[in-house]
């Protein structure tokens, strides 16, 4: 909802609709940005009219998604024609670092029920479910920024080296890359010649 809240006040004359899958999540959502209609739904069913909306976004959504194909079809549905739909997401097949960073996020890939390369796959699909590519940008997250804010050198972000890691963290949680994800986070807080970069990409669809 944060990301959400800030777009919204780039553009005080639309009305905007989020959606959340989790009931306690959508509670939070309602009560701290109330000028959003939040409903409960997911982005394989999203409880709105057919062609009633003039634009879609989904921010680090995709990487989630086992059926993007089922989710492109949605939001075309929701959707009236000439829209535009905005996906922004991180792209592990972009990623450049050390050699056990490197095959952390490998081997995570290998065992991740969704598709977190799906950036790069996305265009083909968006366009057999109805939609035309308008535009591509790629930003670059590296570790050689500060702890205390990123520094934006567009189209490079520069992150501190803790900020940067968090960004994988969340693979430790999976015993099938424990030993793996040990050894890059070891290699990665002992050595002071560790940089690492991931591509986030931004791509707009128009629907035909």
Not at 4 to 30: C, I, M, N
Not at 58 to 67: D, K, M, Q, T
Not at 126 to 153: C, H, L, M, W
Request: hydrophobic residues 40%.
């Amino acid at each position: 909802g944060v990301h959400f809240s800030l777009v919204r006040k780039l553009f005080p004359g639309f009305s905007f609709t989020g959606v959340e899958l989790a009931e306690d999540l959508h509670q939070y959502a309602k009560m701290n940005y109330p000028d959003i209609d939040w409903k409960i739904g997911s982005v394989y069913k999203i409880p709105v009219e057919d062609a009633s909306y003039d634009v879609a976004q989904a921010s680090f959504l995709f990487i989630h998604l086992r059926e993007p194909k089922k989710a492109l079809e949605e939001i075309n549905r929701i959707l009236k024609p000439g829209s535009i739909f905005f996906v922004l997401d991180v792209d592990d097949s972009t990623f450049k670092g050390t050699a056990t960073m490197t095959e952390l996020v490998k081997k995570h890939l290998e065992i991740y029920e969704a598709d977190r390369t799906i950036m790069s796959k996305l265009k083909p699909i968006a366009e057999s479910t109805g939609f035309e590519q308008i535009a591509e940008d790629f930003v670059y997250v590296d570790n050689r920024g500060k702890e205390d804010s990123p520094v934006i050198e567009y189209p490079n972000i520069h992150l501190g080296k803790m900020t940067f890691w968090s960004m994988f963290a969340f693979m430790g949680q999976r015993s099938e890359v424990a030993d793996v994800y040990d050894t890059a986070h070891r290699d990665y807080m002992s050595s002071a010649e560790n940089f690492c970069e991931i591509s986030v990409i931004f791509q707009a669809y128009r629907k035909k």
